[in-house]
């Protein structure tokens, strides 16, 4: 038999497969990950294919080692790590091992082997051979270097599999209970410990094998359990645990709520495909508040009676104990979790459980699209518009288009849901591509918040500085008076996002990146957001030395203090990536909001999401034109789809809602439709837009960014690689640039983008893949193509 693997080696990324002879002694199947010889090294690799025919019989090399009890990946996931290399022009290496939790990427381990007696010697070899990374002192290394040279000594390169289990001590009972009894009968009065596990053998048999740390709740230390052994009376074994992820409180047991009658229509629709085995897309569109996900449990535990498994993917973000405990509450242990809170270990555990059919319902954020889940019945996407559904670096998979291929694969239906659907999906349902299930009222029957706007060209600030209006204060200060919560967003993490200097004019930039640096009060350092760069605050202008130099632009941490400095007695909390970095730290934060434990929740765009606070009666936008001129089609998509958001965080429970927008921009229709929580208009208006300037999804996109470290090669490669994209593509098909990219220098790498804009353009995708192939080849400069791309942000 003879495998065809993929090969994991970084530097010569490759989709070529390379045949490998299966020995008699393997076991081998489809999915498996193995390692194999590659040229001098052993490296890890994926069978992708098992065949008996080769066009080098006699010459193929032995496959080494089966490294999973259960092959990783299905025949399904292996299907579409192939297809999808096709589409989204990654390499599919990278979309296999994307496909895993993190421990089975292996690691790789260079060690020095000594290859003859003197050299064992000259090593003092204990039977272990050498890593090349712990030889650290000149002398070791010249040695090394001398052995190698005279070929005492040779490198080798071991796969290190960092997939483990956890195993804990057992004993199991190893008499019948007659024995276990006339033992007991003859014990001697004082063996206290030996009656203790005797009687609980004899009371409590079925509890074996037993965990060491529960017979040691009883009272029976380690000395007594090996004496058992001894005697014969009990046998010690290691058995796998999971690692099980930390739930909170779980609720009290949810019972479904009866649907109205908006709800029980749509889900009648997923409902009927379910049963039918129908793959088909549907988009529900309903307002906040509408009561989406109790359609989505209600689905979901039809696909669960029909016996087949579901799949939810919520953003990251939204990936709160408050959801995760409510899924749980309703599916309870079948339900397992995906999502970068966990620890490795939790990860590879709660993946395991999906792998061998033990979990029916996976509930996770991005990646788990690639969950190695059978039999899938339905697939969820709630909040589809968000754009960390799209992995923005390699590879740059999009998880909506995945669980569409997915839905296919299993022929179930896939709900994308959404109160603000990105615009293409919404003109896909517009046309019939999808179907439009729409909930227009809320459950819980209250009014949608109202919205007020607050024009920040003709207002009062109250404080210090020119970020809150006196409007915005004195809400704050009603609803702080009635023991009401308040969350304020600002997508602007730090102090101050720049500094200048007022005498010649100087901005500080990043050495490494065309941006500059923002300035962090609380670690005294001016951090570039791109690249972590850090330096202190300066107290002189490092260009001309005066001392007029200014911090300017909002951040979080400004408002934070002016919010200290207005409202002395309030509690505020910060929530941006600087509170968050530490693990559990996002849970902490919402844990004591949601517990009442402070008054105002200040912070960027993660608070905007999904988030449920009955007793947040105010919401306020600090300044809602952060991201509207950013040089980016989406801008405005982006800023509607965030106030529409973060406006519904306000009034979910019986309390009135209220928001405020303050704005330079109230006119914009971005804006004004949010007040308005106009969707439908907002679309028609948008795809308008859209349409005028060939934009998506009118048009699709290819982005192309070339780079290097050197600027003129990069300009120069570029305009290479637009000439032959000249060549071959004709209109309707735009190519625009190429063009330095709007932060043109990140990680001292200059970066120019050449964007394709198409309807139809059959040749495109073997073009991409072969200009893709040669820089691949040539590799004086890196290459990315990314399909229907949203041009780079800045946070
Ligand atoms: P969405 O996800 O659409 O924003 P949610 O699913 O969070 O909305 O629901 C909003 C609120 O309405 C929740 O508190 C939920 O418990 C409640 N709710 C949902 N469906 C019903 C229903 N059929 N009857 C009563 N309350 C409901
Ligand atoms: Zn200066
Ligand atoms: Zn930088």
């Not at 007594?224 to 645990?241: D, F, I, M, P, T």
């Not at 699709?700 to 071959?728: D, G, H, M, P, V």
């Amino acid at each position: 038999m003879i495998a065809q693997v993929i090969v994991d080696v970084a530097a010569k990324q490759t989709d070529r497969v390379f045949e490998y002879h299966v020995p008699a002694s393997l076991e081998v199947s489809i999915g498996d990950r193995v390692v194999v010889p590659f040229g001098r090294r052993k490296v890890q690799g994926f069978i992708v294919g098992l065949t008996d025919r080769t066009d080098y019989p006699g010459q193929l090399k032995d496959l080494l080692l089966v490294l999973d009890e259960l092959a990783p990946l299905t025949p399904e996931l292996v299907q579409l790590s192939s297809d999808l290399a096709q589409d989204i022009f990654a390499y599919r290496i990278s979309i296999l091992k994307a496909m895993l939790p993190g421990v089975m990427r292996a690691g790789y381990r260079k060690l020095l082997v000594p290859a003859s007696e003197r050299a064992k010697e000259l090593l003092m070899f204990q039977g272990d051979p050498l890593e090349v990374n712990e030889l650290k002192t000149p002398k070791d290394l010249a040695l090394a270097r001398q052995l190698l040279k005279n070929g005492d000594a040779r490198i080798e390169y071991l796969v290190e599999n960092k997939a483990k289990k956890k195993t804990v001590a057992v004993y199991s009972a190893k008499l019948p209970s007659a024995e276990y009894q006339s033992i007991l009968d003859g014990l001697r009065a004082n063996a206290a410990k030996q009656r203790l596990l005797l009687t609980d053998l004899l009371e409590d048999r079925a509890s074996y094998p037993k965990k060491q740390a529960d017979l040691e709740k009883l009272g029976l230390a380690a000395s007594s359990l090996n004496a058992a052994v001894k005697k014969g009376w009990l046998e010690k074994q290691q058995a796998e645990v999971y690692r099980k992820p930390q739930v909170a409180k779980p609720l009290k047991n949810k019972r479904p709520l009866p649907l109205n009658d908006e709800q029980e229509q749509a889900y009648q629709a997923i409902s009927a495909d379910i049963a039918r085995k129908k793959s088909e897309t549907f988009l529900l569109e309903g307002v906040t508040g509408s009561g989406k996900t109790e359609v989505y449990l209600h689905a979901i535990s039809k696909a669960l009676e029909n016996s087949r498994n579901a799949l939810m993917l919520v953003p990251e973000i939204s990936l709160t104990p408050q959801m995760v405990k409510q899924v749980q509450a309703r599916f309870g242990d079948q339900v397992a979790v995906l999502h970068s809170g966990l620890s490795e270990g939790e990860k590879y555990d709660e993946w395991r459980r999906i792998r061998r059919g033990e979990a029916r319902m996976v509930v996770g954020a991005r990646s788990a699209v690639f969950a190695p889940i059978a039999n899938l019945g339905l697939i969820v996407i709630d909040e589809e518009h968000e754009a960390s559904y799209k992995q923005d670096s390699n590879p740059r998979y999009d998880a909506r288009k995945v669980a569409i291929w997915r839905g296919k694969y299993h022929h179930c239906p896939v709900v994308l849901g959404s109160a603000t659907p990105a615009l293409g999906t919404r003109a896909r349902a517009q046309k019939g591509v999808y179907r439009l299930l729409t909930l227009k009222k809320r459950a819980n029957r209250q009014p949608l918040p109202k919205v007020d706007l607050v024009d920040l060209k003709h207002v009062q600030f109250a404080g210090s500085q020119f970020d809150l209006s006196v409007k915005l204060t004195s809400a704050i200060g009603e609803r702080l008076a009635k023991k009401e919560q308040v969350i304020l967003l600002l997508n602007r993490r730090g102090f101050a996002n720049f500094m200048l200097c007022r005498d010649c004019g100087f901005v500080l930039k990043c050495p490494n990146c065309d941006l500059s640096l923002t300035m962090h009060k609380d670690t005294g350092m001016m951090q570039c957001h791109y690249c972590g760069h850090a330096e202190p605050v300066p107290e002189l202008c490092p260009n001309c030395r005066s001392r007029q130099i200014r911090f300017l632009g909002t951040g979080t941490q400004k408002v934070q203090e002016e919010l200290a400095a207005l409202f002395p007695q309030a509690r505020v909390l910060r929530m941006d990536v600087d509170t968050t970095r530490r693990k559990g730290s996002y849970e902490k934060i919402l844990d004591a909001f949601g517990n009442g434990k402070a008054d105002i929740l200040l912070g960027t765009q993660m608070i905007a999401k999904g988030l449920d606070f009955p007793n947040v009666t105010l919401v306020g936008v600090i300044n809602a034109d952060t991201g509207l001129w950013l040089p980016d089609y989406n801008a405005s998509e982006k800023t509607f789809e965030l106030l529409t958001q973060v406006a519904g965080r306000a009034g979910r429970a019986e309390k009135d809602g209220e928001v405020m927008i303050q704005t330079y921009n109230p006119d914009h229709y971005a804006i004004s439709l949010a007040q308005k929580q106009d969707y439908e208009l907002f679309y028609r208006k948008e795809m308008q837009m859209r349409h005028a300037g060939n934009y998506p999804p009118y048009f699709y996109t290819a982005l192309i960014s070339i780079a290097s470290k050197n600027e003129q090669n990069a300009a120069r490669e570029s305009f290479k690689i637009k000439r032959r994209l000249q060549a071959q593509l004709k209109a309707p098909t735009i190519i625009l640039g190429p063009a330095p990219a709007a932060i043109s220098r990140v990680k001292n790498q200059y970066y120019y983008q050449i964007l394709v804009k198409y309807k139809r353009e059959p040749r495109l995708n073997a073009l991409l893949h072969q200009i893709q192939d040669d820089a691949q080849e040539i590799k004086k400069y890196g290459l990315t193509v990314d399909i229907d791309s949203e041009p780079e942000r800045i946070m």
